[in-house]
């Protein structure tokens, strides 16, 4: 028996502000205020698109009423598919999305409490389930409330799978991989590590050709200044996983925000790498020896965050992030390309999106879409409290590349000062 998505009237006309000028090549996926945490996947050459779409109910006592949207386009903003509403009861929470070939997925973590939900649609937007189906996390027999934003793996048999971080049962944070059937619902939990809650924690994962998922997250030890990401892998239902890899593997330096891409049987990593006595760097490394970077990325001055990477190839691929002035409140988006031949990376200089307003919010997604184009999209504060998000498709194949580093600061090749010890942090 068919169910269809049930939709609403989308974003209407009328409630649009009067149109703004938008820089040449630069488009809104979204169009609207109050439209935001967008999130992208790219399949089939089409982008799919989730976003909150927030309606004010009560302007004095600051009640508003949240919305989780779906929608399809082009690389260059025509809408294929309409916006379709995803939580006809409104769920308040961070939106996710994966999409490979006939199946798209879409996560809402609650901002506060259980459950997380879920809800596929097929390659028309048409969904599985008429509401979004409930997915519980169980440690210890306890249902555990789900912390951040989860990360969606989507494989090519349409296996689908939900990793999250949540706080177990002793208040340390713990990662878990949720395989769920062709509806949604869940199967079963692998728990593959522990994670960091004094940060804002950020989990990642891509699939590999052997339906295998490889997930990232933050992560802390004893004997460290900051957090770590970690890797792992995680190879069947219910499966013990493979050791982990631990990122930046030294002490006194923060090593944090971890982002996945993978194509074939090749994953790369790219994560923020802060050493406490310069500036940040966007870092990249191909899993699994990621315990120093191919490549490192960044602007001298400002802080480098929310990373993101795409591949084109195996050895060819983009780096996207935020970059915080630290001078100003004028925050932008840089994006260099790279390629890794013989097991030496050469990266472009990174080009910088200005903001259509004043400033950038926040990094919302960079993914591949043929050939070397890539789109990225980021969040803006165009007026006081009224969201927007726009998008850009970037042909970087132009781009020269250069043996290491993009930008300022010079790259971290893993060593550290004599002065600092060695010892490699406590697992």
Request: hydrophobic share 40%.
């Amino acid at each position: 028996m068919a169910l269809i998505a049930a939709c609403g009237p989308g974003p209407r006309d009328d409630d649009l502000p009067d149109p703004i000028d938008l820089p040449p090549g630069v488009w809104e996926p979204a169009p609207g205020p109050d439209h935001h945490l967008v999130r992208v996947a790219a399949s089939d050459g089409a982008l799919w698109w989730v976003y909150v779409e927030s309606t004010v109910i009560d302007e004095l006592e600051d009640l508003y009423e949240h919305h989780t949207w779906l929608t399809q386009t082009t690389a260059t903003g025509e809408v294929l598919i309409e916006p379709t509403l995803v939580d006809p009861t409104s769920i308040p929470g961070l939106p996710s999305i994966g999409a490979q070939g006939d199946t798209v997925l879409v996560a809402i973590t609650p901002n506060y409490g259980v459950p997380m939900y879920t809800r596929v649609f097929d390659r028309e937007g048409v969904a599985a389930t008429p509401l979004p189906l409930a997915v519980e996390l169980v440690a210890n027999d306890h249902v555990v409330p789900p912390s951040g934003e989860a990360a969606l793996a989507v494989s090519p048999t349409g296996r689908m799978r939900v990793v999250t971080a949540f706080s177990g049962a002793t208040g340390d944070g713990e990662v878990a991989i949720v395989d769920l059937d062709d509806m949604g619902a869940p199967l079963a939990t692998t728990f593959v590590g522990t994670a960091d809650e004094a940060y804002k924690l950020r989990v990642a994962a891509a699939v590999r050709s052997d339906d295998a998922v490889v997930v990232a997250w933050d992560r802390v030890y004893e004997q460290c200044s900051g957090p770590r990401p970690a890797v792992t892998v995680s190879t069947a239902i219910s499966s013990t996983v493979e050791p982990l890899s631990n990122i930046g593997d030294m002490p006194e330096r923060g090593e944090l925000e971890p982002a996945i891409a993978s194509i074939d049987d090749t994953q790369y990593v790219a994560w923020v790498a802060n050493n406490y006595d310069a500036a940040t760097r966007i870092a990249l490394a191909r899993y699994p020896d990621v315990t120093a970077p191919l490549a490192t990325f960044g602007t001298l001055g400002g802080w480098n965050t929310e990373p993101y990477v795409a591949l084109a190839s195996p050895d060819r691929g983009a780096v996207a992030w935020h970059v915080r002035d630290a001078m100003s409140a004028h925050d932008s988006v840089h994006v260099a390309s790279f390629e890794v031949i013989a097991g030496v990376a050469r990266v472009s200089s990174p080009r910088a999106i200005e903001p259509v307003g004043e400033s950038v919010r926040s990094l919302r997604g960079l993914v591949h879409v043929g050939d070397e184009r890539y789109v990225v999209a980021w969040d803006e504060d165009t007026t006081v409290d009224r969201a927007r998000t726009f998008a850009m498709q970037l042909d970087l194949s132009a781009d020269e590349r250069q043996r290491g580093v993009a930008d300022l600061p010079p790259p971290f090749d893993g060593r550290v000062p004599a002065r600092r010890s060695r010892i490699p942090c406590s697992h």
